[in-house]
């Protein structure tokens, strides 16, 4: 069986989705054939130029038309188009793979989980970064017992692109359609990677208290005018765990010097590991009677995703995140299994993003229960 894929945004997301889809059969032999049947966007000469590059039939301005021709639909536009073209695709029986946050608000993602609980089929959430091969080593080192009882996680996650004041207004500036700022489009990965590492119910964050903070208030736009950032540029929060670990997270588009600078770090009883994604083929591991950190290069062929590659030491990079995801989501599509991350996740991390913009708003700790 072949599946027809339709996907909604060629920009950014578009082109890392459709490099990863155009890899699979080269490096994923056992993957399910998919056909690149439609792209979806609203002006219709770039999406004509962007089918041609990224490798699609057939082009449409109508996602609903699109939504009734395809058997997996996903939705990479901005944010603010995330709950109506998927809830309309979740409604018709078609999987679908969303981009994070899943929606700008909270009551959105509520009600494109539900959708999802109703359709039966999959629905992922693009946290990307759940697949990069020395994450999923941390997560085998955690779950074997080799750093203990966690004590502390930290997570940051640093971009410089908004510092200078006169960089353009978009639509990542705009809380109606973007939802929020730092917080939603760096901070989800970070709550979400957290999640993942700590695991289960361990994992789900209870408590938080939360700081955003906004440094330019207006941005200029194309026709020479101003637009008011409604967003925040920054955001800062402590969290509890349910195992009582501690939590602290950061995210900034203002932090000078950091291009794209994810890191975490989760603390135990007998040991910790340390990640960065500027150093994505590498894991730090203190393991239990160790007097420093161990660099580990995660690159042999019992790593995972990495016998799918190349021999070791041969690093890999960010586009290959999107391969192994989308290996995962369209062998669950295939196969009729679940998906994770799924909406679910997307909306446990929606979550503690609104209960962190509560706390900032109210200025008292945010209960999640």
């Known amino acids: 069986m072949t599946l027809d894929i339709g996907v909604l945004g060629y920009r950014f997301m578009g082109k890392a989705h459709s490099n990863a889809m155009a890899r699979l059969p080269m490096f994923f032999p056992d993957a399910p054939e998919i056909n690149r049947e439609v792209l979806v966007g609203r002006d219709e000469e770039a999406l004509a130029e962007a089918a041609g590059r990224l490798g699609f039939s057939r082009t449409t301005t109508d996602p609903a038309e699109a939504i009734q ?3 997996v639909f996903y939705n990479l536009g901005p944010n603010f188009v995330h709950p109506e073209y998927s809830i309309e695709a979740l409604e ?5 793979f969303c981009e994070k946050p899943l929606a700008p608000t909270l009551e959105g993602t509520e009600a494109m989980t539900e959708a999802y609980r109703e359709a039966g089929v999959p629905a992922g959430c693009a946290f990307n970064y759940r697949f990069v091969p020395a994450i999923r ?5 955690i779950e074997g017992g080799e750093i203990g009882e966690i004590h502390h996680v930290r997570g940051r996650y640093l971009q410089d692109w908004l510092v200078d004041p006169e960089a353009p207004w978009s639509w990542r500036n705009d809380e109606e359609l ?3 700022g730092a917080l939603g489009d760096l901070g989800a990965h970070t709550i979400d990677l957290a999640r993942f590492l700590v695991g289960g119910r361990a994992g789900e964050i209870t408590e938080v208290s939360g700081q955003l903070r906004t440094f330019v208030e207006e941005r200029p736009t194309e026709d020479g005018e101003t637009r008011e950032v409604t967003v925040d540029d920054a955001y800062t929060a402590q969290a509890e765990f349910e195992s009582g670990a501690m939590g602290s997270f950061e995210a900034s588009r203002f932090a000078t010097g950091h291009k794209n600078d994810h890191t975490i770090e989760i603390e135990g009883s007998k040991g910790s590991i340390k990640f960065s994604l500027e150093r994505l083929n590498e894991l730090e591991h203190l393991s239990e009677g160790s007097r420093g950190f161990e660099t580990i290069l995660v690159t042999d062929p019992e790593d995972p995703y990495i016998d799918h ?3 070791p030491g041969h690093v890999i990079g960010w586009e290959h995140t999107f391969v192994h995801e989308n290996y995962e989501f369209l062998s669950a599509v295939e196969s009729g299994d679940e998906f994770e991350p799924s909406f679910e996740d997307g909306l446990a991390t929606q979550r503690v993003l609104a209960a962190i ?5 109210s200025g008292e700790r945010v209960s999640l229960d």
């Open 137 to 141: 080593y941390a997560k085998e080192l």
């Open 178 to 180: 973007a939802g929020s």
């Open 309 to 311: 590659w190349w021999p």
């Open 92 to 96: 018709a029986g078609v999987p679908v």
């Open 357 to 361: 913009e509560g706390s900032d708003a």
């Open 69 to 71: 021709e395809v058997d």
